[in-house]
């Protein structure tokens, strides 16, 4: 009778590393962590081994040719997953420059394979593996067998019971190497650079035994260490139902009147206008209304810093808790990263409304690398978050262009399912604004364009403007009266 092997998973204790693995990391796996200088190898190597060491389950580190490990650990021990107390009693370090300097290749296999036998270690590293290779190419040694070599060590990391990563640098796929057919999982780390933007990104090209989320993944490094940005779930296993169509008070009545009786709960909505139209005010009146009916909120912040005198509503409602803020001011930003935070900041408050001003300014803070995908990460991030069973409110600047009727300046329109469009008329002589419901899936609202003015108490909702004409147009008439003669 056949059974089947159960293969327990490692938490990395790298934050969204766990999840674009499939589950942890496979125990007893032969790991190559690759890509080239600086992507943060080195990093990831030591999250990994501090997370996971314990003086039952010890950690050996190789170093070959790169940095001394007194060197690196100067630095590591700057982020906040370095624990010195774990050096030398969960943790140990052993140099081989000495031995990969010599040029023979079996003296330094040697060395690994007697440390190993000496401490049986639950995790080893080697890094860096490809200056073992380097090494062997510029000694004139006879025992200097390299992809011999390689099938050793390989060999024997498989045999160990200890999950092993070998850490090199190695700068394109194609590179012709047999530690990438031996390798269990490898785990490549790039980075790119558009004008003074950088991003670092992983992918799992290989893991086996498991499904890893497939692409590149967005990482950044702070002091706390390495954290991947995952892609939010898209499909949750029971989505929000939505055939109750219970509605959110928008905290302007007539506002609610124009919608149908208020914003249904879990939908998406869209406000556009240009500048000075009042959307952001529109959208902390949303928040505040929602904390008047004891919800909680969240806000993403791209445009007004929510400290300013015609946000002190908002400021009052994120000081006292009942909204959470995003307001990263991170360079190079990823859709991806932005969706965590406000997932994180979601489940924090279970919060069950959301803000993003603006779109528009949310497109500025994106690293370039994202911004030729915009749309389609509007969708995503749409997506996961109604997913998340939140209602969503995002502003959008439309520059008024009286000559056509465009709802959103990316052609996302369609991915919301409401939207309100305010727009600028001139009459006698004065700039007035007006706004209308343009959509609500699935049900009946207003098609009035109605006047609406912003004061100290908000916005306000006036009349339509019956004996006028051409609204959109910016520069309205006076409707003209046609009598039929019988």
């Not at 911004?371 to 439309?398: C, K, P, Q």
Request: glycine content about 8%; charged content about 20%.
């Amino acid at each position: 009778m056949n059974t089947k092997v159960t293969i327990n998973r490692l938490a990395t204790g790298v934050p969204g590393l766990d999840e674009v693995l499939g589950g942890g990391l496979p125990e007893f796996s032969f790991n190559l962590i690759a890509g080239p200088p600086g992507c943060g190898k080195t990093t990831l190597a030591h999250q990994m081994m501090f997370a996971l060491a314990t003086p039952e389950r010890p950690a050996l580190f190789f170093t070959v040719l790169g940095e001394p490990p007194l060197k690196m650990l100067r630095y590591q021990q700057q982020f906040d997953f370095f624990d010195s107390e774990a050096i030398n009693q969960s943790i140990r370090y052993i140099n081989l420059a000495t031995d990969t300097l010599a040029g023979d290749l079996d003296e330094v296999l040697r060395r690994i394979v007697a440390e190993v036998e000496a401490h049986s270690p639950a995790l080893v590293f080697v890094d860096s593996f490809r200056s073992v290779v380097l090494a062997s190419q510029t000694q004139d040694n006879p025992n200097n067998n390299l992809p011999q070599f390689v099938q050793q060590l390989g060999m024997l990391m498989t045999t160990w019971q200890a999950t092993t990563f070998l850490i090199g640098e190695y700068f394109s796929e194609t590179d012709t190497n047999p530690i990438f057919t031996v390798a269990d999982g490898l785990i490549w780390l790039r980075q790119s650079v558009q004008r003074n933007s950088m991003v670092r990104k992983m992918e799992i090209m290989k893991m086996r035994g498991q499904p890893t989320l497939p692409g590149l993944h967005t990482f950044r490094i702070a002091t706390s260490g390495i954290r991947v940005f995952a892609p939010a779930p898209l499909n949750p296993v029971e989505p929000p139902p939505r055939s109750a169509m219970q509605r959110l008070k928008m905290g302007v009545p007539q506002l609610d009147e124009m919608l149908g009786g208020g914003l249904p709960r879990g939908y998406s909505l869209l406000v556009a206008g240009p500048s000075g139209s009042g959307k952001s005010i529109l959208a902390a009146t949303f928040l505040a209304e929602g904390a008047r009916n004891g919800e909680t909120g969240v806000i993403a912040v791209f445009e007004q810093r929510p400290n300013r005198s015609q946000n002190a509503i908002l400021a009052g409602l994120i000081q006292g808790g009942k909204v959470g803020l995003v307001d990263s001011r991170a360079p190079d930003l990823s859709i991806d990263e932005i969706v965590q935070l406000l997932l994180s900041e979601i489940t924090r408050l279970n919060a069950t409304r959301v803000v993003i001003d603006s779109l528009s300014g949310f497109e500025l803070a994106l690293a370039p690398t994202f911004r030729e995908d915009f749309r389609e990460s509007l969708s995503r991030m749409v997506t996961a978050l109604t997913n998340a069973g939140v209602s969503v409110l995002m502003t959008s600047e439309l520059e008024d262009r009286y000559t056509d009727l465009r709802f959103s300046p990316y052609g996302t329109a369609f991915l919301t399912d409401a939207i309100i469009v305010q727009r600028y008329i001139e009459v006698e002589s004065r700039l007035l604004r007006i706004m209308a419901v343009v959509k609500v899936r699935a049900s009946a609202h207003s098609d009035e364009l109605r006047l609406y003015r912003i004061d100290d108490d908000g916005v306000q909702i006036g009349e339509r403007l019956p004996d006028k004409e051409g609204l959109l147009g910016g520069r309205p008439t006076q409707q003209r009266t046609v009598t039929f003669q019988g």
